[in-house]
């Protein structure tokens, strides 16, 4: 199946510290790429959904000034943390998808904010 | 939000048994897909179903889907300790533009 890669992995920082997260597609050009945030035990919250060349559309509740998102091309979006504080610890799970139905969901980003 | 409701929150069972996880949803799909995550990694994805299927198999997996009660179950016949993970369904919704919506997971333990 296809695979997307996300990096990093895991990363630390101090608060007030911006952080990006890479999320590529590795063998297919991915239309639309998905960002979702899951806390611990908890299911995946959907933050902002991009699309290649155009703006981020953020769900309800999402600051889009907090979490900058930038599609930059068919295989690489960004979504970069800004000014992170300790409730912004989280995993970060990023999804691409070609013109298709099914999503393909990168391995997650573990965000620790001290 | 979420849409979907997941059912059992937590399972546990022994290896050999078959673990059911069901799903509720609440609007029209297009789809409905179910997921596994290990402990802190990313999703694998299970089998998806079609809002115009009824029942789908992959394996030791089995999927039914009715519409008409907005719900799903997830089978795992002869379970094996490997299939320790949280379970996921997420639905396709065909008023929102084809964003996956997540229920909240069932956690299965298999014990050996």
């Known amino acids: 199946g296809a695979v997307v890669s996300q990096h990093p992995s895991w990363v630390i920082c101090k608060s007030g510290t911006s952080v990006k997260i890479e999320c590529r597609s590795l063998?297919?050009?991915?239309?639309?790429m998905f960002w979702y945030r899951q806390f611990p035990k908890q299911s995946l919250m959907l933050m902002a959904t991009?699309?290649?060349?155009?703006?981020?559309?953020?769900e309800q509740g999402v600051e889009k000034d907090k979490f900058l998102i930038n599609h930059a091309s068919l295989t690489l979006s960004t979504l970069t943390v800004t000014s992170a504080h300790p409730e912004d610890s989280s995993f970060y799970i990023c999804?691409?998808?070609?013109?298709?139905?099914?999503?393909?969901f990168g391995p997650g980003t573990r965000l620790t904010v001290l | 939000s979420q849409q979907g409701e997941e059912d059992p929150q937590a399972l546990s069972i022994q290896e050999g048994e078959n673990a059911t996880m069901n799903c509720s949803y609440k609007?029209?799909?297009?789809?409905l897909q179910w997921y596994r995550q290990n402990s802190g990694r990313g999703l694998v994805h299970l089998i998806l179903?079609?809002?115009?299927?009824r029942e789908k198999h992959s394996g030791r997996l089995r999927v039914t889907l009715d519409t008409s009660k907005k719900s799903s179950s997830l089978l795992i016949t002869a379970s094996r300790a490997a299939d320790t993970a949280s379970y996921f369904c997420?639905?396709?919704?065909?008023?929102?533009?084809?964003?996956?919506?997540f229920g909240g997971g069932t956690r299965v333990l298999v014990k050996p």
């Open positions: 999804s691409a998808r070609d013109m298709g139905a099914e999503q393909f």
């Open positions: 063998d297919f050009q991915a239309t639309t």
């Open positions: 991009s699309n290649e060349g155009s703006k981020a559309t953020y």
């Open positions: 609007t029209s799909i297009n789809n």
């Open positions: 179903i079609r809002s115009n299927e």
């Open positions: 997420a639905t396709d919704d065909k008023a929102a533009g084809n964003k996956l919506t």
